[in-house]
């Protein structure tokens, strides 16, 4: 059992240049969610999922896109990176809603645009 | 929205002292608050939450916190720190707006001085 898995680890990127941020869960867990972390901030919601099929934005997803063909993957999109990009990405997951289980983060994906 | 707020960037101790990290909050209704810890280019760990019940919460590694209504408080105590211990803590609340996030303060970096 993996847990939570992200890929890459790091990245540099080119202003303007497109890549995508794989996570990967393995508990048969309902909800996925991507945060990236800013230094000396908390983590920000991307994007979130509460089941194959269906997603929907977070706090701060402009810039992004994700997909959620399946249970297990949460793949986010970057389009057009850009400097304020810059940060380390972090997937989660939950099996269900927050007021019974607890969110399960990867070891997140630290990307630097220049 | 939902918040929390961890007023301290930084918090030290030595080795077996008594360890807090503080966290208050800022909600409507009733709160469901959580505790998570980073190590140093890692996910992040959770530690305990709190959604009803008892007001102090035990959690994983002898961590414990104290939810205090009156003073919209949820401290995060070990009665005996580790070195092992220092690491990034995040206190984070359950976002009821719509989106099922977590709002995450920004963090207190924990040194435990041997």
């Known amino acids: 059992n993996a847990g939570v898995t992200q890929t890459p680890k790091f990245r540099i990127l080119k202003i303007g240049q497109s890549m995508t941020l794989q996570c990967a869960q393995d508990?048969?867990?309902?909800?996925m969610y991507w945060y990236r972390q800013d230094p000396g901030m908390g983590l920000k919601l991307i994007y979130y999922s509460v089941g194959a099929g269906i997603t929907d934005k977070g706090e701060v997803p402009n810039g992004y896109n994700v997909s959620r063909s399946t249970t297990e993957d949460f793949p986010l999109r970057l389009e057009l990176a850009a400097p304020s990009q810059t940060s380390v990405y972090f997937c989660?997951?939950?099996?269900?809603?927050?007021?019974?289980?607890?969110?399960?983060f990867g070891p997140g994906t630290r990307l630097t645009v220049l | 929205a939902q918040s929390v707020a961890q007023p301290e960037d930084q918090v030290n101790v030595a080795e077996g002292n008594p360890l807090t990290v503080k966290c208050t909050y800022s909600?409507?209704?009733?709160?469901?608050l959580f505790w998570y810890v980073q190590y140093p280019n890692r996910g992040l760990q959770f530690l305990l939450k709190y959604i009803t019940g008892d007001n102090l919460v035990k959690g994983s590694y002898g961590f414990e916190a104290e939810f205090n209504k009156s003073q919209t408080s949820f401290h995060l105590k070990k009665p005996s720190a580790l070195v092992s211990d220092s690491a990034l803590y995040f206190c984070?609340?359950?976002?009821?707006?719509?989106?099922?996030?977590?709002?995450f303060g920004k963090g207190n970096q924990v040194v435990v001085i041997p």
């Open positions: 989660a997951s939950s099996l269900a809603d927050l007021s019974t289980d607890t969110q399960y």
């Open positions: 909600v409507s209704g009733n709160p469901y």
């Open positions: 984070a609340v359950r976002d009821f707006g719509g989106n099922n996030r977590l709002a």
């Open positions: 508990m048969n867990h309902n909800y």
